[in-house]
């Protein structure tokens, strides 16, 4: 399915979905998509398990922090028709959350953890949402934020 027929596609389901056009990932031919965080579960199923989009392959997921809010990004290839879509959901900086997508794609766990630990996003409905890799202690601390203070490197962003 080429990028114009996914947009099609998803625009029918999706009538509030919005596209990005240029940067990098639309010039390697991927589709980006923006969607709000309270329709991401429901495009997440569709994507997943419609045949025509059959997107199996969750490949990436993580956080931005753009100071004025946050975003989640997620990655997809569908393995038979070899096509892959990027979305991109905005999230309120005070009460980041967005629903989970570990029981779709097993992958997203681990993902939704680390920014989880990383940024503070919380994953309504995750099975197991807790630190991944920063030790005891550093619940809420969030390194990957613009507005964290690092007391060892004192950098700021």
Known sequence: MTREELKIKITELFPTAGFEEGGDTSAAGWLNV????????????????????HFDYLFCVTGVDW???????????????????????????????????????RTAEFNEREAYEMFGIKFLHHPDLRLLILPEGWEGKNPMRKD???????IRL
């Open 67 to 105: 100071k004025t809010h946050l975003s989640m990004v997620y990655h997809l290839t569908s393995t038979i028709h070899r096509h892959t879509i990027v979305i991109k959901s905005k999230l309120d900086r005070n009460n980041p959350e967005i629903e989970s997508v570990a029981h779709i794609w």
């Open 34 to 53: 923006q969607i709000e965080a309270t329709a991401w579960l429901p495009l997440a199923e569709q994507l997943k398990q419609k045949p025509e989009f």
């Open 148 to 154: 964290f203070e690092d007391p060892v490197n004192m």
